[in-house]
C-alpha cells in the first residue's frame, strides 16, 4: 500500500516536470496504480488507517507525487451529508483535460494544503470556479464532465500537478490575502 514515504515533497525535480500522457488502451501497470493511488486517498480519510499509518488525509493525488512523471490523478471526495453516503467525487483520470472554464473564480477561504508540502503555506489560491474536463477512466471509457466549487478546485489542483505546478505558485507574493472581488470563497 502507498504511505507517506511513497510521497516526495517540495524541491524533488519530478514535481517541476511535466509528465506524460498515458499510452491507450491502458496498461494493466497504469490501472493498478490507479487502483493503489486511490486506495491512499480512501485510507487517509479513515481515522483509524490514517494514525495506523500515519497518513495525511488528503482528497486528491497525482502520480508525479509518487515520483511517476505521468498523467494520472485520483481524486476521492467523501460526501459532506450523513444521509447520502455516496462520495462526491471518487474516480481516478487518466490525461485529463481541461477543455473549458468560467470566468468567475473561487478560493478555498482556509487555502489549501498539499501532501507534497510539510508546511502551512497561507494565501488565497484562485482559480476556475467551474471547469469542464475530460478524461478516460481505469475502464479506458472517455468522459466529459462539469464540475465546479470545491470539486473544480481539487482537480485543477490535481492537474497542476501533472503540469510541474504547485498550488503556492498561484498565491499573490505582495499580498497573499488578494482576491478578485467577485471571487467565490468555499468553506
Ligand atoms: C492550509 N490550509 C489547509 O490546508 C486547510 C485548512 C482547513 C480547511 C481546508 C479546506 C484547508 N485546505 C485544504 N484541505 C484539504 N483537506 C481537508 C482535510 N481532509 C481530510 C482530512 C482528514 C480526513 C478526511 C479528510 Cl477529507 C482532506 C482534504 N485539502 C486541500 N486540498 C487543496 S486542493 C487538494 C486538497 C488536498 O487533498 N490536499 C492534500 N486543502
Ligand atoms: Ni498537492
Given at each position: 500500500?502507498?504511505?507517506?514515504?511513497?510521497?516526495?515533497?517540495?524541491?524533488?525535480?519530478?514535481?517541476?516536470?511535466?509528465?506524460?500522457?498515458?499510452?491507450?488502451?491502458?496498461?494493466e501497470e497504469d490501472i493498478e496504480l490507479g487502483k493503489r493511488m486511490q486506495?491512499?486517498?480512501?485510507?487517509?480519510?479513515?481515522?483509524?488507517?490514517?494514525?495506523?499509518?500515519?497518513?495525511?488525509?488528503?482528497?486528491?493525488?497525482?502520480?508525479p507525487q509518487?515520483?511517476?512523471s505521468k498523467r494520472i490523478i485520483?481524486?476521492?471526495?467523501?460526501?459532506?451529508?450523513?444521509?447520502n453516503p455516496e462520495p462526491l467525487l471518487s474516480?481516478?483520470?487518466y490525461n485529463p483535460k481541461i477543455l473549458s472554464h468560467s470566468v468567475q473564480q473561487a478560493a478555498l477561504e482556509e487555502g489549501e494544503g498539499c501532501l507534497s508540502v510539510d508546511r502551512p503555506v497561507p494565501g488565497y489560491v484562485?482559480?476556475?470556479?467551474?471547469i469542464t474536463v475530460s478524461y478516460y477512466d481505469?475502464?479506458?471509457?472517455?468522459?466529459?464532465?462539469?464540475?465546479?466549487?470545491?470539486m473544480a478546485i481539487v482537480v485543477q489542483h490535481e492537474i497542476d500537478h501533472i503540469n510541474g505546478i504547485m498550488f503556492y505558485d498561484h498565491i499573490n507574493k505582495e499580498n497573499p490575502n488578494y482576491a478578485p472581488e467577485d471571487v467565490i470563497f468555499i468553506q
Open positions: 500500500m502507498i504511505t507517506m514515504d511513497d510521497i516526495i515533497r517540495e524541491g524533488h525535480p519530478t514535481l517541476r516536470e511535466v509528465a506524460k500522457e498515458v499510452d491507450l488502451p491502458l496498461s486506495e491512499f486517498l480512501k485510507n487517509s480519510q479513515d481515522p483509524e488507517l490514517a494514525e495506523k499509518y500515519q497518513l495525511r488525509g488528503g482528497v486528491g493525488l497525482a502520480a509518487l515520483n511517476i485520483a481524486i476521492e471526495i467523501p460526501s459532506q451529508s450523513e444521509e474516480t481516478v483520470m484562485v482559480r476556475n470556479a467551474r481505469m475502464n479506458g471509457e472517455q468522459h466529459k464532465i462539469r464540475l465546479k466549487h470545491y
